[in-house]
C-alpha cells in the first residue's frame, strides 16, 4: 500500500469478465466482514459464486462447546449466504483454530476447486497483518496460501490424482485468485449499490457476534469505515478491496 504524503493509491476495478467464482475462507463470518456486499453485485448480475468455509467455526464462541456452537454458526452462514445470492455452501469440517498450511490443506481445497470448476477464487487476505501492527489470524493465513496454490494444483493431473474419479477432471481454469482486505490490495469493486445487503449478511451471524461480547456492535458502521476508505480510492461511495494474483502468463 503506498503510504506517500499524498495518501494511498488509487485502485483499479476489478476483472468482472467471469461467470463463476468460488470463495474460499476459513471460518463462518468471514466472506461478511467485508466481502459480502461485493458477492450480492455479482449474484444480481447472474454470476454464481460458491461458498466453501474450511471449518464450521466451532470453537469460535467461548460460551458455547464446539458441537453445539457448529450447528449455530453452520446455520447462521447459511442464511447470511442466502442474503446475497450465493445458494451452495460446502462446509470441509477442518478443526478451528489449528489449521495448518501444507499438503493436507491443499488436498482438501483443490477437490473443491475441481469440482465446482470456478474462474475465480476468492480468499481473504492472507499476510501477516491487516495492515496495521495486529497479527492476522493463523487460519486465515494458512487457508488464503493454500487457496492461491490450489488454483494451480486444481489444473495438473498428476497433483491429487486420487481426486479424479466418478467423472472428475482437473481444472485448469481459473484466471485470478483474489485475496479480499489486503494490505496489499491493488483492485476493487464498486459496493454501493448492495452494500445494504452486505450489512444485513453480517447481521445474520448474531450469536456469533454477541459471543464475542460485543454488545454495541454496530454492522453498518463497521463495514462503513472500510468501505467508504476503500470507495474513495475507487472513485466511489462505497467498494470491497482486494489483492489480484494472475495465473495468466503476462498478465
Known amino acids: 500500500m503506498d503510504s506517500s504524503p499524498d495518501g494511498p493509491a488509487p485502485l483499479e476495478?476489478?476483472?468482472?469478465?467471469?461467470?463463476?467464482?468460488?470463495?474460499?475462507?476459513?471460518?463462518?463470518?468471514?466472506?461478511?466482514?467485508?466481502?459480502?456486499?461485493?458477492?450480492?453485485?455479482?449474484?444480481?448480475?447472474?454470476?454464481?459464486?460458491?461458498?466453501?468455509?474450511?471449518?464450521?467455526?466451532?470453537?469460535?464462541?467461548?460460551?458455547?462447546?464446539?458441537?453445539e456452537c457448529r450447528m449455530v454458526r453452520v446455520a447462521e452462514q447459511i442464511e447470511s449466504a442466502r442474503i446475497v445470492g450465493v445458494d451452495t455452501v460446502d462446509f470441509l469440517g477442518l478443526p478451528d483454530g489449528v489449521l495448518e498450511y501444507g499438503v493436507a490443506l491443499r488436498h482438501a481445497i483443490t477437490g473443491v476447486v475441481r469440482l465446482h470448476r470456478p474462474e475465480v477464487i476468492i480468499t481473504n487476505n492472507f499476510r501477516e497483518t491487516w495492515g496495521g501492527s495486529a497479527p492476522n489470524q493463523p487460519d486465515h493465513m494458512a487457508v488464503g496460501r493454500a487457496a492461491l496454490n490450489s488454483a494451480g494444483d486444481a489444473g495438473n493431473r498428476w497433483v491429487f490424482s486420487d481426486q479424479l474419479i466418478e467423472g472428475v477432471e482437473p481444472w485448469g481454469g481459473v484466471k485470478q485468485v483474489w485475496a479480499a482486505g489486503s494490505p496489499d490490495a491493488t483492485h476493487a469493486v464498486d459496493t454501493t449499490e448492495t452494500f445494504d445487503r452486505g450489512v444485513e449478511s453480517l447481521a445474520a451471524h448474531r450469536a456469533y457476534i454477541e459471543g464475542l461480547g460485543w454488545e454495541h456492535f454496530d454492522p453498518a458502521e463497521f463495514l462503513e469505515g472500510v468501505s467508504r476508505p476503500t470507495g474513495g480510492r475507487l472513485g466511489t461511495t462505497h467498494a470491497a478491496s482486494f489483492e489480484v494474483f494472475s495465473l495468466q502468463w503476462g498478465q
Not at 454470476?47 to 458455547?64: H, N, P, Q, R
Open 13 to 67: 476495478p476489478v476483472d468482472e469478465g467471469w461467470e463463476r467464482a468460488l470463495v474460499v475462507v476459513a471460518h463462518p463470518d468471514d466472506v461478511e466482514f467485508g466481502t459480502a456486499a461485493a458477492v450480492a453485485r455479482w449474484t444480481a448480475q447472474g454470476k454464481t459464486v460458491v461458498y466453501c468455509m474450511v471449518t464450521s467455526g466451532e470453537a469460535g464462541i467461548d460460551a458455547l462447546p464446539p458441537e
